[in-house]
DNA sequence: ACTTCATATGAACGAATGCTCATATGAAAG
DNA sequence: CTTTCATATGAGCATTCGTTCATATGAAGT
């Protein structure tokens, strides 16, 4: 039973060229990296996380501004909001008793209009 | 009860001044886009799928092919080709017995090489 | 100190998701 | 036409997810 350079069995049904799976194991990151992928794009798979992250776009907003904004209850946002502030999408600042939050950097707003791009074509 | 310009309540401890609300109501796309945008985004949420999709940046490959480079079974596999499919993230050429399976288009590669320089910064 | 108000958090519950198993489809070969 | 093989699909199940509800935290004002 032979073993390619990625440790998988070569089964005699494969298709692919030997060369080609050597390239694609290569280019394959590791599992952990990959994960973390998932994960970020996971933040981005709902439509109340993209609701708050546009709404972002704009300008910082508290969380109970948040919750009006999108007619949605202030514990909900804010469980979003821990979700996106622990992938540090978002940053938390504190004012008093209002914290106020906003996009963590430019990256946010790349990867969403690159999906916006896809959307509407 | 006043209302602004997107139909929700103002109330007393809004912080936010009308016009940075109404800026944020103009830019907010409408319901059913954010809705396919988060959709999107969840077929890139699951390791599985991005694995299937950097497979497919180097070469386009059979569903059995998949199966073995990751692992995992050929109805897991082909489930999965199926919601990329229907979302036209990848297309399917017939050939004989074999189905081959591709990206659709470039954005794929674009949305998930964004999410990669957010991952590795 | 006590109250008020904005926010955070844990438990619980229904909905959605990903995989497995069994089976169906459909194309090529005998 | 029957068998074989690659792929597709539906049902079932365990897990994850998003929201709600009740409550905790913590800062400011009285």
Redesign the interface.
Known sequence: MKQND?G??V?D????HED??K???A???G?E??????????L????T???IL??L???E??V??IA??L?MTQSAISHQLRALKQAKLVRARRDGK?VFYALA?D??R???D??????L?
Chains 1, 2 share one sequence.
Do not use: K
């Open positions: 990625c998988f069995e089964c049904f494969m298709h692919l080609v799976l390239r694609v194991c280019e394959m990151p599992e990296v990959l994960s973390d992928l998932a994960e970020l794009f996971r981005f798979s709902d439509s996380r993209i609701r546009y709404a776009f704009e300008s907003m508290c109970c501004d009006q904004l007619s209002t950097d990256h946010v790349a990867i969403i690159q999906g916006m791009e896809h959307i074509e």
